[in-house]
């Protein structure tokens, strides 16, 4: 860390007349006169207690001896010393917006290239015919995959005990819901292969556009695989919510929802026999509706993280900082991430000079510096409201943006 | 009903005439003035009555196959935790904190709804569902009501109950009808002359001689 102390940079001799003190910051060693790395942003104050010390200025250059740095580069500012005020201020300025758009460039560029490798690949073998040819069976393998599932559901699945006639139902259904996605996708195969070789042209804007398609591909393929999430999803949370509520009433309590707490409430005979007779139904019936959820909820889960995963590889080829890396590379002195002070001069009555040395910045700190905004799809919920939701059956909107429109 | 012992129908010819005969008498203790200080119009009875029948009616396919999956062992046990509930939380006319006639109800038809569905029809569950409201929901109100009015014959009527509960057991299990018989008897009869018989040794007495204590608030004086 970075401590700093107003003593004479360095002098053993106090004995000596005055000499202008200096604000200076010390390295954990202890060695003075060597200032440790500063932030970006810091400024450096040197201060002078004395009105006869004169203005202090300081010389930097570039290592290795190359010269003075330009002006524009590192800016020191200075001014006479009045006493007890800062004396001068040398600021150093952040990335200017020149780097953003050369590296906004080179990402572009090598997405670009990358995207016609792609496509000089697939076209060499033409392989769309292949593809094309391999995903009709796929989604077919996947739909029978589903069935068999299902008729395991309807069993007695792992040892659980379901209510049969609930399950024969809600098995029925999904599985029809199957047959109608199985002819949809035999409708749409002869026209497969030209959209895709339609689709793949579409690689020679970029790497990132061809994995957003294969995204979206992944979206379409199982989009039965989401209907049955939101089904089960919809249908454990309505019963949930009906337990809580006349759990409630078996208590003869109800929710206040002016005050937004629960009160005690006398409820009809009627009321309450119906109340009771729903609540042993539901009770009955939810380890059935909640299998059925956390099996769908696990298989679209399965698919966000996926998609995830692609989307992840797209942000990192959009935002990393190309440019800036090869900046560091070549040139480190251009990327500062602080200075060095050594003093060349320090005698009594004379101005205090100072050599200043750019410090490069570290790799870890020029990618996270000069990263490019990315589309921010990161989700916005934590680990524990994902719980929540999940347990009460509220649907999960991975990609939904806060400003967004709620459902 | 499970064993075939009682015809259904027959057991809903048995409860609708009773239950007639309960509002009946309902009515005629007080006289007409419960008629006039009550909210509740007789045609909102039959209304109530009406969607105790539809709904129990349409649910009772449903009642029937609930707890298939679940062992018999289990809702036996289950039922007679619940009907235990219902006994400890029943509102017995004493100032307890724990007397809670809401819950004592709801937990008594989860009880009698669990053991609906192990009958073999629907029809049996339907019925099983009216008879168990009748008993919990009904008899309850009639009793509180004969109580108020005519004390005297709320004591044939308790006795009677407790016989035809006696009577119907052994037809279930003979050995069970005993410890009911005792326990009966004791809770009735010994423990109130045991605790008469344990004045006697009570050592603390209060009477005018005590200090007073305030046991209300002073609202009442201040209103």
Same mark, same amino acid.
């Given at each position: =860390?970075?401590? +700093?102390?107003?003593?004479?940079?360095?002098?053993?001799?106090?004995?000596?007349?005055?000499?202008?003190?200096?604000?200076?910051?010390?390295?954990?060693?202890?060695?003075?006169?060597?200032?440790?790395?500063?932030?970006?942003?810091?400024?450096?104050?040197?201060?002078?207690?004395?009105a006869s010390?004169?203005?202090?200025?300081?010389?930097?250059?570039?290592?290795?001896?190359?010269?003075?740095?330009?002006?524009?580069?590192?800016?020191?500012?200075?001014?006479?010393?009045?006493?007890?005020?800062?004396?001068?201020?040398?600021?150093l300025?952040?990335?200017? *917006?020149?780097?953003?758009?050369?590296?906004?460039?080179v990402?572009?560029?090598?997405d670009?290239?990358?995207?016609?490798?792609?496509?000089? @690949?697939?076209?060499? #073998? !033409?392989?769309?015919?292949?593809?094309?040819?391999?995903?009709?069976?796929?989604?077919?393998?996947?739909?029978?995959?589903?069935?068999?599932?299902l008729?395991?559901?309807?069993?007695?699945p792992?040892?659980?005990? =379901?209510?049969?006639?609930?399950?024969?139902?809600l098995?029925?259904?999904?599985?029809?819901?199957?047959?109608l996605?199985?002819s949809?996708?035999?409708?749409?195969?002869?026209?497969?292969?030209?959209?895709?070789?339609?689709? +793949?042209?579409?690689?020679?804007?970029?790497?990132?556009?061809?994995?957003?398609?294969?995204?979206?591909?992944?979206?379409?393929?199982?989009?039965?695989?989401?209907?049955?999430?939101?089904?089960?999803?919809?249908?454990?949370?309505?019963?949930?919510?009906?337990?809580?509520?006349l @759990?409630?009433?078996?208590?003869?309590?109800? @929710?206040?929802?002016?005050?937004?707490?629960? !009160?005690?409430?006398?409820?009809?005979?009627?009321?309450?026999?119906?109340?009771?007779?729903l609540?042993?139904?539901?009770?009955?019936?939810?380890?059935?509706?909640?299998?059925?959820?956390?099996?769908?909820?696990?298989l679209r889960?399965?698919?966000?993280?996926v998609? +995830?995963?692609v989307?992840?590889?797209?942000?990192?080829?959009?935002?990393?900082?190309?440019?800036?890396?090869?900046?560091?590379?070549?040139?480190?002195?251009?990327?500062?991430?602080?200075? #060095?002070?050594?003093?060349?001069?320090?005698?009594a009555?004379?101005?205090?000079?100072?050599? =200043?040395?750019?410090? *490069?910045?570290?790799?870890?700190?020029?990618?996270?510096?000069?990263?490019?905004?990315?589309?921010?799809?990161?989700? #916005?919920?934590? @680990? +524990?409201?994902?719980?929540? #939701?999940?347990f009460?059956?509220?649907l999960?909107?991975?990609?939904?943006?806060?400003?967004?429109?709620? !459902? | 009903?499970?064993?075939?012992?009682?015809?259904?129908?027959?057991?809903?010819?048995t &409860?609708?005439?009773?239950?007639?005969?309960?509002?009946?008498?309902?009515?005629?203790? %007080?006289?007409?003035?419960?008629?006039?200080?009550?909210?509740?119009?007789?045609?909102? %009875?039959?209304?109530?009555?009406?969607?105790?029948?539809?709904?129990?009616?349409?649910?009772?396919?449903?009642?029937?196959?609930?707890?298939? $999956?679940?062992?018999?062992?289990?809702?036996?046990?289950?039922?007679?935790?619940?009907?235990?509930?219902?006994? /400890?939380?029943?509102?017995?006319?004493?100032?307890?904190a724990?007397?809670?006639?809401?819950?004592?109800?709801?937990?008594?038809?989860?009880?009698?709804?669990?053991?609906? $569905?192990?009958?073999?029809?629907?029809?049996?569950?339907? /019925?099983?569902?009216?008879?168990?409201?009748?008993?919990?929901?009904?008899?309850?109100?009639?009793?509180?009501?004969?109580?108020?009015?005519?004390?005297?014959?709320?004591?044939?009527?308790?006795?009677?109950?407790?016989?035809?509960?006696?009577? &119907?057991?052994?037809?279930?299990?003979?050995?069970?009808? /005993?410890?009911?018989?005792?326990?009966?008897?004791?809770?009735?009869?010994?423990?109130?002359?045991?605790l008469?018989?344990?004045?006697?040794?009570?050592?603390?007495?209060?009477?005018?001689? %005590?200090?007073?204590?305030?046991?209300?608030?002073?609202?009442?004086?201040?209103s």
């Open positions: =860390m970075l401590r +700093g102390s107003s003593r004479d940079c360095g002098s053993p001799n106090a004995g000596k007349p005055e000499v202008p003190k200096a604000y200076c910051l010390r390295a954990p060693q202890g060695v003075p006169a060597v200032a440790t790395v500063l932030h970006l942003e810091q400024a450096v104050y040197l201060r002078a207690a004395q010390a004169g203005p202090a200025h300081a010389r930097c250059q570039y290592p290795q001896g190359r010269g003075p740095c330009p002006a524009d580069e590192v800016r020191a500012l200075w001014a006479p010393c009045p006493p007890l005020t800062p004396a001068a201020a040398c600021t300025t952040p990335a200017e *917006p020149a780097s953003r758009k050369a590296n906004t460039l990402s572009v560029l090598l670009m290239a990358l995207g016609l490798l792609l496509l000089s @690949w697939l076209h060499r #073998k !033409d392989r769309f015919a292949h593809l094309a040819e391999a995903l009709v069976p796929v989604a077919d393998r996947v739909a029978e995959e589903l069935q068999h599932l008729q395991w559901l309807m069993g007695a792992a040892g659980l005990k =379901m209510n049969r006639a609930l399950d024969q139902v098995g029925r259904f999904f599985l029809y819901h199957i047959h996605w199985i949809y996708i035999h409708l749409m195969s002869p026209f497969i292969e030209h959209i895709l070789w339609h689709l +793949g042209l579409s690689a020679c804007l970029g790497l990132t556009v061809a994995l957003s398609i294969l995204s979206d591909i992944i979206s379409l393929l199982t989009f039965h695989i989401y209907c049955f999430y939101v089904y089960g999803a919809r249908l454990y949370c309505l019963k949930i919510h009906g337990l809580s509520s @759990w409630r009433l078996f208590r003869g309590k109800k @929710w206040n929802v002016l005050r937004q707490r629960v !009160d005690s409430c006398s409820y009809d005979l009627d009321q309450l026999f119906i109340g009771t007779l609540f042993t139904i539901l009770i009955f019936l939810l380890p059935t509706t909640a299998l059925y959820y956390l099996v769908f909820t696990l889960l399965l698919v966000v993280t998609q +995830g995963l989307h992840l590889l797209v942000d990192l080829i959009n935002s990393l900082p190309l440019y800036s890396l090869g900046l560091r590379l070549c040139r480190p002195y251009r990327l500062a991430a602080g200075v #060095k002070f050594r003093v060349l001069e320090h005698e009555g004379r101005p205090l000079r100072l050599l =200043m040395q750019i410090n *490069p910045l570290p790799f870890s700190h020029v990618v996270r510096t000069y990263r490019l905004p990315s589309c921010g799809c990161h989700p #916005k919920h934590s @680990w +524990g409201s994902l719980c929540r #939701k999940l009460f059956g509220e999960i909107y991975p990609w939904r943006q806060r400003g967004d429109k709620q !459902d | 009903m499970d064993e075939g012992l009682l015809a259904p129908q027959w057991l809903f010819g &409860g609708l005439a009773s239950s007639l005969i309960g509002y009946v008498l309902f009515y005629l203790t %007080d006289g007409d003035e419960g008629r006039k200080k009550s909210v509740r119009t007789r045609r909102a %009875d039959l209304k109530g009555a009406q969607v105790f029948i539809t709904f129990t009616y349409g649910f009772s396919p449903v009642l029937k196959t609930l707890t298939e $999956s679940v062992s018999t062992d289990t809702i036996y046990a289950l039922a007679a935790f619940m009907l235990l509930g219902h006994l /400890i939380f029943f509102d017995y006319g004493a100032n307890a724990i007397a809670s006639c809401t819950l004592s109800l709801n937990v008594a038809v989860f009880a009698s709804v669990c053991l609906a $569905s192990r009958l073999p029809r629907s029809l049996h569950a339907f /019925i099983m569902a009216m008879s168990a409201i009748q008993i919990f929901a009904l008899w309850p109100i009639l009793q509180k009501k004969l109580k108020a009015c005519m004390p005297r014959s709320y004591v044939g009527v308790t006795l009677l109950f407790a016989f035809s509960a006696l009577g &119907g057991l052994p037809s279930l299990s003979a050995v069970g009808a /005993i410890p009911f018989a005792l326990l009966l008897v004791s809770i009735s009869c010994l423990c109130p002359f045991y008469i018989h344990l004045q006697l040794f009570k050592e603390n007495f209060y009477g005018p001689w %005590d200090e007073a204590e305030i046991k209300e608030g002073l609202s009442r004086f201040l």
